[in-house]
């Protein structure tokens, strides 16, 4: 099985700043999408970013310019750096990945457990 587990989260003051980190790990053959995704409270889960394995990124529009995703496929890693956070950042940020275990078997989603960010004065 694979895991993702997040961290990084955490209080930080308005116009701060966090960087997450997920990291995977189990049977992995390969690992080609790796985002992050946050769910606030009373809201629907959303897309923050994501990047594949060649580095290609995509952004929600309210996200770009502020947030930068990346990752070190030699660690099986992506990472979130988040600047100028406001209140409206508050909610559960969450790893996805789909992964590959094997040439053999078609590729699966996994989600990491979710960190909190929580920003507030």
């Known amino acids: 099985q694979v895991q993702l587990v997040e961290s990084g989260g955490g209080l930080v003051q308005p116009a701060g700043s966090l960087r997450l980190s997920c990291a995977a790990s189990?049977?992995?053959?390969?690992?080609?999408?790796m985002g992050w995704y946050r769910q606030a409270p009373g809201k629907q889960r959303e897309l923050v970013a994501s990047?594949?394995?060649?580095?290609?990124?995509n952004y929600a529009d309210s996200m770009k310019g502020r947030f930068t995703i990346s990752r070190d496929n030699t660690k099986n890693t992506v990472y979130l750096q988040m600047n100028s956070l406001g209140p409206t950042d508050t909610a559960v940020y969450y790893c996805?990945?789909?992964?590959?275990?094997?040439?053999?078997?078609?590729?699966?989603?996994?989600w990491g457990q979710g960190t909190q960010v929580t920003v507030s004065s």
């Open positions: 990047i594949t394995r060649d580095g290609m990124t």
């Open positions: 996805k990945a789909v992964v590959s275990t094997s040439l053999r078997n078609p590729p699966s989603v996994v």
């Open positions: 189990g049977r992995i053959f390969s690992i080609n999408f």
